[in-house]
């Protein structure tokens, strides 16, 4: 039986897009409560975490740059 769920990067671009989750942290930890491994190494990148913020933005959700985000 193959695993089909999608992977962490696509998840959480679905999340910035349309979900709750207001920040990367947000993201972050629904992508942790979903079972994702290694979510802070998918997304601790300059360029990913610009990226769901502006996917964030897009969706009317002010970016804000979380501690960890630095």
């Not at 990367?24 to 990913?48: C, K, P």
Request: glycine fraction near 8%.
């Amino acid at each position: 039986m193959s695993d089909t769920r999608i992977g962490t990067i696509e998840r959480a671009f679905q999340l910035a897009k349309q979900g709750a989750c207001r920040s990367v942290s947000d993201i972050r930890e629904r992508l942790t409560a979903e079972g994702y491994q290694g979510v802070f190494s998918h997304l601790n990148g300059m360029s990913i975490r610009r990226q769901l913020n502006a996917a964030l933005e897009a969706r009317g959700v002010a970016a804000t740059m979380d501690t960890d985000d630095e």
